[in-house]
């Protein structure tokens, strides 16, 4: 007797199969773990390099605008000087005073004024010289100061604006012994920053800020323009002061929510420019895709780490594929009925076996009346929507496991009816009209849908012509259009050959 020894083999082949397949699950996590970290760093730099170039373009554009506002007070300031201004005339004064005022944008007004703050003259006409503007913290401050730099105002409203806010910049006019001679001031309406601004698109949570150094936000956007806020006790405010310029990220005190900061300070202007991006926002794709290949990744480690007790069914599970793929082959994505690929070799393996069994084939042609002008009318998803109800409705009048109904192409749908008369087809062709003309419209109050059918019916012999059957039904459906379409025509195969 021959004695059969069990070999303890796989056992163990499985046993070291799972110990594989652990360190390749280990191995693939820690490559996705690093990759994923890595493309998170490549966002967050990419982020920033984004953010400090649109900090570089708005610094920039402040500063130009600055300049400007600075190089027209230094004009009316060296004009006011001259000598021989009170012989001129006064428009031909107005025209020297503020020849480059006219070309700062949004200004809200030019002023002169004396060391008491009485108004010289100012770029307004309806300003009168005169009038005393020893109130405004411009004079205040170029009054208190034994300096000649330039300053620039917290947000204000005025009249002359409608109450738009505005900021201003103001140069101290010193005499030859340094004493105080008067103020230069010059006003531009805050919108001018907004209109800068919002043609920067950085999302819903983030904000372009404009800061003076002593703290006080000028303008926010999207923000408020009519509220000053101080931020001169804010800790990122402080860290910004403190290293001019740079990228970093923090928890904002005011929102709560973690922001990437990129800042910089204007040239030597006492102005800071801030673009917070929400991280929530910039790390939102990343996000996706870390939890999109995250998932992906743990369903290959679980697949990979069962492969020791599903290789038994793989075969069944490829066959299962096969099968799914056959099927998606073989149906119309939009309506999910069968396909011309379908419908051929269904009408062909019918056409060979109502030869055989000599009972007779139809074929109904089915067309969606005025579709084009539905579409041109509607647009393509309401389009696409009406055929798929159509091909909805179509699918149940299919009874038996024989009759297929299937997307021809366009708005045309075909149904093949082995072993059923042209009488019974016609019926059934009248029903699908009668049923489809009662469906409601695709759209409140638009056009109701209806169809046009052509219906064809053949004892089916060795020298009948399939395509000859397939022109019959094209032909009655030709005919049910031609006959003002919503009407049901039928032929006989053998009566049209």
């Known amino acids: 007797m021959a004695i059969t020894h069990h070999s303890s083999k796989p056992p163990i082949t499985q046993g070291w199969l799972l110990i594989a397949m652990t360190a390749c699950v280990i191995a693939i996590l820690s490559i996705n773990a690093f990759l994923l970290m890595r493309e998170h760093r490549s966002v967050e730099l990419a982020a920033i390099r984004t953010s400090l170039n649109i900090v570089r373009l708005i610094d920039r554009d402040v500063q130009n605008t600055v300049e400007q506002y600075d190089s027209a007070l230094s004009a009316l ?4 000087k001259r000598g021989d201004l009170s012989n001129l005339s006064q428009p031909l004064k107005q025209m020297l005073m503020f020849d480059k005022a006219e070309e700062t944008p949004d200004n809200g007004g030019f002023f002169l004024l004396n060391a008491q703050g009485d108004l010289v003259v100012s770029s307004l006409a309806d300003d009168t010289p005169g009038k005393n503007y020893s109130h405004w913290q411009s004079f205040i401050e170029q009054r208190d100061s034994s300096g000649n730099d330039l300053f620039i105002s917290h947000p204000f409203p005025t009249e002359a604006t409608q109450g738009l806010c505005c900021i ?17 001031i010059a006003q531009m309406k805050v919108e001018y920053f907004r209109s800068l601004f919002q043609k920067l698109d950085l999302g819903a949570n983030s904000t372009i800020s404009l800061i003076n150094t002593d703290g006080t936000l000028l303008i926010q956007q999207p923000g408020r323009d009519k509220v000053r806020d101080d931020l001169s006790h804010d800790p990122i405010f402080n860290r910004l002061l403190k290293e001019h310029k740079g990228s970093f990220i923090a928890v904002s005190s005011k929102h709560g929510q973690e922001e990437l900061y990129s800042f910089s300070e204007v040239g030597k202007l006492p102005l800071v420019v801030v673009v917070s991006l929400a991280t929530e926002d910039v790390f939102a ?22 492969l020791t007790w599903l290789l038994g069914r793989e075969l069944q599970l ?9 099927a998606m082959i073989r149906t119309d994505p939009l ?34 009346d005025h579709f084009k002008s539905f ?10 929507e009406a055929l798929r109800l159509v091909g909805k409705t179509l699918k149940t009048f299919v009874r038996r496991s024989t009759d297929l109904v299937a997307r021809y192409g366009g708005e045309e749908f075909a149904m093949v009816l082995p072993d059923t008369h042209a009488e019974g087809a016609a019926q059934l062709a009248e029903r699908i009209r009668h049923t489809i003309e009662q469906l409601p419209p695709i759209k409140p109050g638009g056009i109701p849908i209806t169809v046009s059918l052509g219906t064809c019916t053949q004892l089916v012999t060795a020298d009948d012509s399939q395509t000859r059957f397939l022109h019959c039904a094209d032909q009655a459906l030709y005919q049910a259009k031609k006959n003002g379409r919503n009407c049901v025509v039928s032929r006989n195969a053998a009566a049209d050959a």
């Open 318 to 326: 490829r066959r299962k594929a096969e099968q799914t793929l056959e």
């Open 168 to 184: 201003s910049f103001s140069r101290r006019i010193s005499g030859a012994d340094g004493s105080f001679q008067g103020v230069a």
């Open 77 to 80: 300031i060296r004009v006011s």
């Open 375 to 384: 579409n041109d009318t509607y647009g393509h998803p309401y389009g696409d």
């Open 285 to 306: 794709s990343w996000r996706r895709n870390a939890l999109l290949v995250g998932c992906v990744t743990l369903m290959l480690c679980i697949t990979l780490l069962g």
């Open 335 to 368: 309506t999910e009925l069968a396909n011309r690929r379908k419908l051929d070799e269904t009408l062909t393996t019918e056409w060979l076996r109502a030869q055989r069994t000599r009972k007779p084939l139809s074929l109904i042609m089915i067309d969606v």
